[in-house]
């Protein structure tokens, strides 16, 4: 049994780990609200950007011919798949991280199970990379191209778009057939899902409502300049607002992700701290008992 000492010892000890947790939650909290901020205000964005491919895309489709632009192609045989898997850089957040690499690891196997030759993957988050190079050298599958931490990534633009830019070229090239986003979904601040999402050839279905509502209300519309020109612009630039948007998304996940974990860990911390407090009390009326019956053997031993 540990002596009074170190009981005593190892409470301060876990006090001073609480401090920590219970800092780095209020930290995590305050990250959160200001990455919901920014996942919520891109929504409208891409949202208008979904609505304006939907009504480009058809009016310039019709029945039996090909796709208006490239990216919208799908590939008649898929032979190599491009995954741009995204984490966090930091750990201490449960299991936000792990979800994403096993899910790394059971999609590669399950595309090469089906035949496809290849499987790259691009990664956005240290985490993922380490993984993912490790993973690598065990020939699950192959690491092209690290593109750097996350949260570096969110605040330049242009580094955002060099990594749409990457996925597009190679999809245009023929490096690989089709690219997918395995990252956690934002759902609310308990639930972060990890997710794979299609990202090329990009999905352009025509719903009625995403498209300008009836024939009627669409036949109005007038661009400037014509049809295929904007859909030449668009189909890119709405590439870059999805990537953008699971990264702000996967940001928020993380901070969502940390502070629960961190509240958990206080929490575990307190109880802790009870029951070392209550160790303690017993060691030490256990202490009191031994000393006054030595006391009270010296006493009668005088006698």
Known sequence: MPSLKDIRKRIVSVKNTQKITKAMKLVSAAKLRRAQDA????????????????????????DGATAPHPLLAQRETIKRVAVLAVSSDRGMCGGFNSGV????????????????????????GRR??????????????????????????AKEDDDLR?????????????????????????????????????LLPV????????????DAASADLI?????????????PRYVEVQVRQVVLESIAGEHAARMNAMNSATDNASEMIRSLTLQANRARQAAITTELTEIISGVEALN
């Open 39 to 62: 996942m919520i205000e891109l929504r409208p964005y891409a949202a208008k950007h979904r609505e304006l491919l939907s009504s480009l895309v058809s009016q310039l489709t019709t």
């Open 128 to 153: 993922i990379n380490l993984f993912v190079q490790k993973a690598a050298a065990k020939g699950l599958f192959d690491h092209a191209h690290n593109f750097g931490e996350i949260i570096a990534l």
């Open 101 to 124: 690499q096993k899910l790394v690891a059971a999609y590669s196997e399950s595309r090469l199970a089906e035949g496809v030759e290849e499987v790259q993957v691009f990664t956005v």
């Open 162 to 198: 060099a990594v749409s830019a990457q996925l597009i070229d190679g999809f245009l090239e023929g490096t690989f057939d089709e690219v997918v986003v395995i990252f956690n979904v934002f759902k609310n601040a308990i639930a972060q899902i990890p997710t794979v999402r299609p």
């Open 203 to 214: 999905a352009a279905d025509v719903d009625e409502a995403e498209a300008g509502g009836d």
């Open 223 to 235: 661009y400037e300049p014509d049809q295929q020109s904007l859909l030449g612009y668009i189909v």
